[in-house]
């Protein structure tokens, strides 16, 4: 019985890293409709940044984190403004194309940059140990690692739902020729709302890196977990992206204890007939 | 060019028979690849995993019976009716939808061969595959083993595959698709199933797929579970690319450029992904029509301007 509490336990934090990687995905496709497909090679650059700030420079972890996120959204900028906005007029293929150029870029300057090694800091003072939850000692760097999750979660419903920035996002999301006419300025929003899920990628990695390792590797794994998430929970859909983060994170905890072998193909089953039976996702109204 | 290559074994060294197979394999990878998304408009992410099928199902057979025809045929076969299954399902999505879930078809594909150990050898993938006679009912069997005679099938077997998907693509069948592509409700006002003309599309894209995958296993002599991964699906996608969606010698061409990049790219460095990635991006922003219309137009202007 608590290993099985445990666990869970061990399965929410593993879902707020899914959490924050498909939020951003979710974000851009709901209000751009563009699949990014180099989405987790963002969060790997977050990853590798924070490990450079931190880890090298020996910043403060705080400090590390928040550099890590304007680097990544200054990447993601130059992603959207300079390549994206020129081929948004045609066939959407094309865009996925494009995002697949910038992962073999990063893929291959991340091991340039940082070598082909894997790369783990040491976790920071404040955060190290842990606690005891169900007779077994709980890391605390999880539990802070679930409280970010559950706090961007609320930051961001408040910042959609009940904000002016967050209408304005809204409005463009669901008409952007409507919003163009009452004067928005569309393009900026395109812009904003890409760097924006760039930085929420990138908090994923850079909060990943003092436990998990960040390697050339981890974009091409988290790009596949968070294309399963947002498809589950439906392409564009913020909620839903919360619930089967959850639901994926949890699932691959037990997977990983009951049923190693078919763990990976039972998810791939799930957002097969996800995609078949329901393709606007689970949790759509 | 055909010519060059039926004397090439007499030209040039093991290495370049052996890049050569790779560029042929490639080739019909990708014109398979194509005739989904250069003519249907269908953009698959899962190809590889049928990829993948036709490798470890020809493996599989020669690992039993050693006879390179029975491989090459059973992994073509085991391949196509995998296609057909998982392709009836997937044509009921166009667009994004279409390509997550043939994305996602081909992880599965990839985790059985990962994962199911006893029958694909999990991460080791299956070894010591011989390069088997080839011995096809009622001809007498003729030894492959040496690089030149495999080649020669490897030869044989491309062209053949690349004729019967020029006849295709210029059938009826090849125009229809082309129709589906330009507008799916005219084609279907015109009488046109489209979702049945799909499946065929992505059976013959699956069965040739399956027929570049069944070549591999007698060359590299092992099969590992990194040809079903996505990353592999993802070879047709630049090849086509790079040599031209809307030209049927496109994905030809870009095979061999896509081997020539690597095979010049790697001399001088490692990283030669961040280079197909820069020309990958190039091409999607200012060459859609790849190479090989790049040079079509260029050689039609010139054609106007001397006609003046």
Known sequence: MDTIAFQGLIGLSLAMYLWLISAGLTIIFGVLRIVNFAHGSLFMMGAYLAFTFYGQLGLPFWLAILLSLLGVGLLGLVMERFFLRRIYSIDEAYQLLLTFGFILILDDAVKIIWGGVFKIPPIPAFLDGAWRAFGRPFPVYNAFVIAVGLLVAVLLWALFEKSWWGRIVRATASDREMANAIGVNVPRVFSGVFMFGSMLAALGGAMGTPVRVASPGIGAAMIIQAFIITVIGGLGNLKGAFVSSLMVGILSAYGTLFFPVFELFFIFVIMVVVLLVRPQGLFAR | MVLILVVLPSLAGRYSLYLVIQILILSVFSLGFNLLFGYTGLLSFGQAGFFAVGAYACAKILLAVPN???????????????????????VRHTRIYFSMLTLAFGMMIYSIAWKWRDFTGGDDGLVGIPRAPLAIPGLPALSVASMERYYYVVLVVSLLAIWLMY??????????????????????????AVR???????????????????????????????????STSAEPVLATLL???HVFGGPIVGAFLFFMIKDVIVRFTEYWLIWLGVIVVALVMGFRGGVVSMFARRAARAEAASDR
């Open chain 2, 243 to 245: 040599g031209g969606i």
């Open chain 2, 167 to 192: 006849r295709l693509v210029n059938s009826p069948l090849g125009l229809a698709l082309q129709a589906i592509r330009d507008s799916e409700s005219r084609a279907e006002f015109a009488g046109i």
């Open chain 2, 68 to 90: 390179l025809f029975l491989g090459l045929l059973g992994g073509v076969v085991i391949a196509a009716a995998a296609a057909l299954l998982l392709g009836f399902l997937s």
């Open chain 2, 196 to 230: 049945t003309y799909r499946l065929v599309a992505f059976t013959i894209a699956g069965l040739y797929a399956g027929l570049a995958g069944a070549l591999l296993p007698p060359l590299e002599n092992t099969v590992t579970p990194p040809i079903a991964h996505w």
